[in-house]
């Protein structure tokens, strides 16, 4: 089966660092996704690995162990807006097929 | 700017009925998905295609069926409703490979009562 796992809720203050964790299983591997997503708005793409090691992007790194089944997304200066949610992806397979963790929801205090 | 659009951001329907929800794609990609989207099970693959007429189960399709005549639309078919398939729907569209993943609608937020 499937499996992607990834921590319910989060909070954190603004300004602040914040590691959002994903572990997968899956029968595959073609690459990892991060999206956001928030309330009531379709997810928007923020990141993509493939090979081992740190994507960066602005404000905003992702991180690849394919060894170990693990991938973080990295949000440094938190801002209020990054309150959202944060979805985890792995495309397995062909026709470009993701298959989602339940979601992160990040929570940015004052 | 590349699009994917639903035709309806929110729907009420009757159990029982029949329920159309389209969805149309204007970037030319030959994948388009559908996904249903519930608090603590995240976002679960109902049906996709990867060509005009080409259809492939997901997750989850029991209760759905689809329909894609030509590249620009896909649309879900919900046989007959029932409560449990009150959630959001989201459609995305992409190329056969994309870095960038897919490209997402808005969301259909279906109600049945």
């Known amino acids: 089966g499937q499996n992607i796992d990834q921590p319910t809720e989060m909070t954190a203050t603004e300004g602040a660092i914040v590691q959002i964790n994903c572990t997968y299983q899956?029968?595959?591997?073609?690459?990892l996704f991060w999206y956001q997503q928030h309330a009531g708005e379709a997810p928007t793409f923020l990141s993509y690995n493939v090979l081992d090691g740190l994507e960066e992007k602005g404000r905003f790194s992702s991180f690849l162990s394919r060894s170990k089944g693990y991938s973080y997304l990295l949000l440094k200066e938190l801002q209020m807006k990054d309150s959202a949610s944060y979805l985890c992806a792995v495309r397995i397979g062909g026709y470009n097929k993701l298959i989602f963790g339940a979601g992160t929801r990040l929570a940015v205090h004052p | 700017d590349v699009k994917v659009t639903q035709s309806s951001r929110y729907l009420v329907k009757r159990t029982g009925e029949k329920v159309f929800l389209e969805c149309v794609q204007d970037m030319d990609h030959e994948n388009m998905f559908w996904y249903r989207q519930d608090p603590g099970l995240g976002l679960r693959l109902i049906y996709f295609s990867y060509d005009v007429k080409m259809k492939e189960k997901g997750d989850i399709p029991e209760g759905y069926s689809v329909s894609r005549e030509k590249k620009e639309r896909f649309s879900l078919i919900l046989e007959s409703a029932s409560t449990n398939q009150t959630s959001m729907y989201l459609c995305?569209?992409?190329?056969?490979?994309?870095?960038?993943?897919?490209?997402f609608g808005s969301g259909t937020r279906l109600t049945v009562v």
């Open positions: 995305a569209s992409s190329p056969p490979v994309a870095n960038y993943g897919y490209t």
């Open positions: 899956t029968s595959g591997f073609n690459g």
